[in-house]
């Protein structure tokens, strides 16, 4: 199973960054989230990643970034 991104879908809104430092933290706090969300406000260049750290909300039924993701622009996908 993998977390993936439809890039058309997403607006870079970082709900998904703060979903999942809640998941790890219990706060909202962007340092500590498995997920990297950045926009370049000079060029508009995105970067989107998922780091070593995403366990994929094993406590969850859904991850989190994929539940709490507002434009649905992320989906679990059997790999």
């Not at 406590?59 to 539940?67: A, G, R, W």
């Not at 434009?71 to 996908?77: D, K, P, S, T, W």
Request: charged share 25%; hydrophobic share 25%.
């Amino acid at each position: 199973m993998r977390i993936k991104r439809n890039e058309r879908l997403c607006y870079y809104c970082k709900s998904c960054q703060l979903a999942c430092s809640f998941h790890h933290t219990g706060t909202f706090w962007p340092d500590k989230s498995s997920i990297s969300v950045y926009r370049n406000p000079v060029n508009g260049e995105t970067e989107w990643r998922i780091d070593s750290t995403c366990d994929q909300c094993s406590s969850e039924k859904t991850p989190l970034c994929v539940k709490y993701c507002t434009y649905g622009a992320l989906e679990v996908a059997d790999e």
